[in-house]
């Protein structure tokens, strides 16, 4: 059950009459701020009362006691039935309210230098430092604790003159080229980030006939590159390699040629498609390597599926809820699909949670070209690589819709019970009330609708 609130106060409950809004909304995708958006009426008790902009005055949601939304509201529009749409944005967000200033891992000893501040040179303490330089430059409100970051010491080499916001740093110099998930959250009064490369395995299936009701796959072609032109990112002065002092040749499946290299294959098959990319390798031949492990995954299309799922936690608590960056298995056997995916953007229906929608595996047009990289090395790694899908058949998709209604009515008689509610994992016996849910050893999910006594 999803519960929402404003100040503190409770905006949205469905327990409470008059604590309901009209519609809610949650978009989220992975290493970006969500956005939440609702419609309240005029009768509502917080009507009236939102403060825009202000991160001291927040709206928080919450899935079963657990936050998957906070942050601030960026304006209110009036329509002509008087209710008002208000939208808001996910705390991740204030990493914009700061700016970078120019810097590098290294001093710029030109003739006319473009910044003098040198910053830490190894991922760790340069991550550390970027989100310092944040919380030193916002208000206390808006500033972050960093609880981890995997990565190590490794040296890197970074630099900026233009003057980018946090987030976009963080982002383009961190989170994309090293693979990371940034969540953020909110314990005691403050701000959290946390950044893993580690996957969130889940054991919630997404399977046909059990909770799909529907999907759409992608191979997504845009991001095929068959030729890197390779170069030091960061620029640094202290004798970087140059790629193109490598000797010229075949290497493997690729063949090196002046300033870059190609697949032999994929250039074959769709011809050369050349990217310039950054590389931090500290030797000519670490450089050569990571140009060819590169070239191993961006030669395959991205593949991407979007689904209607039916999140099976709303119906059992004891099954973990979806969240973003969460690896989970997708199955459907007539199709031929068995394969680990990311589930990597969202639409939440706070209201009603059974036309609730995932994307899993690459977002198509929101993935940097290294977000891609890493998809599909994990992919894989961990599973084969997903096959041709055809309509779903009329009975596996009307399956789903009966554990989406199952989910839904179960929802239903829990608010009917107050909340109060068991979820048995045998054969239950007597006494049980309305709203107590049996989840049967295959899956099915049963509901209690009248009461028993012992």
């Not at 939440?348 to 599909?376: E, H, R």
């Not at 819709?401 to 009515?409: C, E, I, L, V």
Request: hydrophobic share 35%; glycine share 6%.
């Amino acid at each position: 059950m999803y519960i929402a609130y404003y100040d503190g106060e409770v905006l949205h409950d469905p327990r409470l009459a008059g604590s309901v809004l009209t519609s809610c909304s949650m978009d989220g995708e992975v290493n970006e701020a969500p956005s939440l958006t609702f419609e309240i009426q005029p009768t509502h008790p917080l009507y009236g009362t939102f403060v825009p902009l202000d991160p001291r005055h927040e709206v928080v949601v919450e899935e079963d006691g657990t936050e998957i939304f906070r942050g601030r509201i960026l304006d209110d529009s009036r329509d002509i039935t008087t209710a008002t749409v208000i939208k808001c944005e996910g705390q991740l967000a204030y990493l914009n309210d700061s700016i970078v200033r120019p810097y590098g891992t290294y001093a710029d000893t030109s003739d006319e230098p473009q910044w003098t501040t040198v910053v830490p040179g190894t991922r760790h303490a340069y991550v550390e430092w970027l989100i310092d330089q944040h919380n030193a430059s916002t208000d206390a409100v808006k500033q972050f604790d960093l609880l981890s970051v995997e990565v190590d010491e490794t040296p890197l080499t970074r630099s900026s003159t233009v003057w980018p916001t946090t987030a976009t740093e963080l982002l383009d110099k961190v989170l994309d080229p090293l693979g990371l998930v940034c969540d953020a959250g909110y314990s005691d009064g403050t701000r959290t980030l946390t950044m893993r490369k580690t996957a969130h395995m889940m054991p919630q299936p997404v399977e046909l006939g059990r909770n799909i009701i529907s999907f759409e796959p992608e191979d997504d072609y845009e991001s095929v590159i068959t030729c890197i032109i390779p170069y030091p990112s960061g620029g640094s002065s202290q004798n970087p390699p140059d790629f193109s002092t490598y000797p010229d040749g075949v290497l493997g499946n690729c063949f090196k040629s002046g300033d870059r290299m190609w697949n032999l294959d994929a250039a074959s098959k769709y011809g050369i498609i050349e990217e310039r990319r950054g590389y931090d390798a500290a030797t000519l031949d670490g450089m050569v390597q990571q140009v060819m492990d590169d070239l191993a995954v961006r030669v395959q299309p991205v593949q991407s599926l979007e689904a209607k799922v039916v999140d099976l936690h709303h119906a059992d608590g004891s099954i973990p809820a979806i969240r973003l960056g969460d690896m989970l298995r997708v199955t459907s056997k007539p199709h031929g699909i068995d394969q680990w995916m990311m589930a990597s953007k969202c639409h939440l229906d706070i209201c009603d949670p059974s036309n609730s929608t995932w994307n899993f595996g690459a977002v198509k047009g929101s993935l940097t070209k290294s977000n891609v990289t890493q998809m599909i090395a994990v992919e894989a790694e961990l599973t084969d690589v997903i096959q041709q899908v055809g309509p779903i058949a009329d009975e596996a998709q009307q399956a789903a819709q009966d554990a989406a209604q199952a989910a839904s009515d179960a929802a239903a008689a829990v608010l009917a019970a107050d909340g109060k509610t068991r979820v048995f994992t045998s054969m239950p016996v007597p006494p049980y009330s309305v709203g107590d849910i049996w989840v049967v050893g295959d899956g099915t999910i049963l509901y209690c609708i009248n009461e028993e006594e012992s």
